[in-house]
C-alpha cells in the first residue's frame, strides 16, 4: 500500500460528516481512527503494516477501507500511485476472460471518469437513476461510482446489479458499501449476469428459512451458530442449493459412520455428492444405492474366489 496521508488536519471535520458515518460500517471507523493514531505531525501514515499490526487485519481488508475513505475525500494517496489506480480501474473483468479472480472492492473514480464513462455509455445513465429509485435516495459521486464500478470493474449486468440491490433493500440493508461486499462475494463464485444473480438470491432467501431446520437437525437451536457452521450451511443451501431432504440424507449417514452430528462430517458428504453432480435427494438416492449395490457385487466376488480358491486346494489334496 502506498503512503497515505489525511486530508482533513486536526480541527477540520468534512462538512459530509454525518453522510459519510452513515455510509461508514464499523471496520472502516476502526481502519479510519487508526490511521488517525499512526499518522506523523503533518498526517501522513508512511508504513501500512503499522495498521496491519494495530488492528490484526490483514492488508486486502484495510486496503478496501482505505478505498472508501478515499472516495469519500478523508484520506488521499501520495503521488506516484496514481498510474497504478488508472490500471485497476481498466482492468477488465477476470470472467469476460475466462478466470476468476479475488477482488478487495471498486476502486473510486475522478468526477471527470465518472463522465467518461457515461460519455463512452460503459454505463447508462438510466442505470443509476433506477439504482437510486430503488434504494430510495440521491446518489453523491461516490455512491454513483460504487454502483458504476460494479459494472465496470467487475463486468456485472445492469440489471443484475439492481437485483443485488433490490435484494439489500428487503433485508434492510440500505448502504451502498453492504451492497458492493455482497456484489464481490458473487463476483468471487465466478457470478456476474443476471441470471446468475438472480438464481443465487433465490437461494439466498431459501436458504434462511432452511438453516432453521438444519440448526435443529444439528442440535444448534437456541444459540447462535459459529462462524464455521454458519459457513458450512450457507454453502450447502446457497452454492449446492441442496434443500432439506438432501441435508437430511447426509445427516443420517453422519450418525450411522460416527454417532454424533458433525457439520463437517456431513460437509465432506455433500461435496462428494455436489462433485458428482447430484441435485437432488431421489439422485442422491440412486447414487448411495448403485454404491452400495458395487460393495456387495465386490464382495460376492470375493467370496467366490475364496471359494473356488479353497475348492481347488481340497481337489488337489484328494489327488496326492
Known amino acids: 500500500m502506498a503512503k497515505i496521508a489525511l486530508k482533513y488536519t486536526k480541527g477540520e471535520i468534512p462538512e459530509n460528516l454525518a453522510e459519510l458515518l452513515a455510509n ?56 506516484g500511485s496514481a498510474k497504478k489506480q488508472k490500471v485497476q480501474s481498466e482492468i477488465k473483468s477476470a470472467h469476460r476472460e475466462g478466470a476468476v479472480e479475488k477482488n478487495t472492492g471498486v476502486s473510486p473514480y475522478a468526477t471527470e471518469e465518472l463522465a467518461a464513462l457515461f460519455e463512452r455509455r460503459r454505463v447508462s445513465a438510466q442505470f443509476i437513476d433506477e439504482a437510486q429509485r430503488v434504494l430510495g435516495k440521491t446518489f453523491n459521486s461516490y455512491d454513483t461510482g460504487i454502483a458504476a464500478g460494479i459494472v465496470d470493474q467487475l463486468g456485472f449486468d445492469e440489471e443484475a446489479v ?9 433485508i434492510g440493508k440500505k448502504s451502498l458499501r453492504y451492497s458492493e461486499k455482497l456484489a464481490l462475494s458473487f463476483y468471487d463464485d465466478g457470478i456476474t449476469t443476471t441470471a446468475e444473480v438472480s438464481a443465487r438470491i433465490a437461494r439466498i432467501e431459501q436458504s434462511a428459512e432452511i438453516i432453521g431446520q438444519i440448526k435443529q437437525l444439528f442440535g444448534a437451536s437456541g444459540r447462535e451458530l459459529s462462524k464455521t457452521e454458519k459457513s458450512l450451511f450457507e454453502k450447502w443451501t446457497q452454492r449446492f442449493g441442496y434443500d432439506l431432504e438432501v441435508i437430511r440424507l447426509a445427516y443420517d449417514i453422519t450418525i450411522d459412520n460416527i454417532q454424533k452430528p458433525a457439520p463437517k462430517y456431513a460437509d465432506a458428504i455433500l461435496e462428494k455428492w455436489h ?38 486346494e481340497r481337489s488337489f489334496k484328494d489327488l496326492k
Not at 453432480?277 to 465386490?298: I, N
Open 24 to 79: 461508514a460500517d464499523e471496520q472502516d471507523l476502526r481502519i479510519l481512527i487508526s490511521l488517525m493514531m499512526a499518522a506523523d505531525a503533518e498526517g501522513e501514515v508512511e508504513d501500512s503494516a503499522i495498521l496491519k499490526d494495530l488492528l490484526g487485519l490483514e492488508l486486502p481488508e484495510i486496503e478496501a477501507s482505505v478505498k472508501f475513505w478515499r472516495g469519500a475525500g478523508v484520506v488521499t494517496v501520495a503521488k
Open 162 to 170: 439492481l437485483h443485488i440491490l433490490a435484494y439489500c433493500v428487503r
Open 275 to 312: 462433485a458428482e453432480g447430484l441435485k437432488s435427494a431421489e439422485d442422491v438416492a440412486a447414487f448411495e444405492q448403485k454404491k452400495k449395490q458395487g460393495s456387495a457385487d465386490e464382495a460376492k466376488s470375493y467370496d467366490l474366489d475364496d471359494f473356488y480358491e479353497a475348492a481347488l
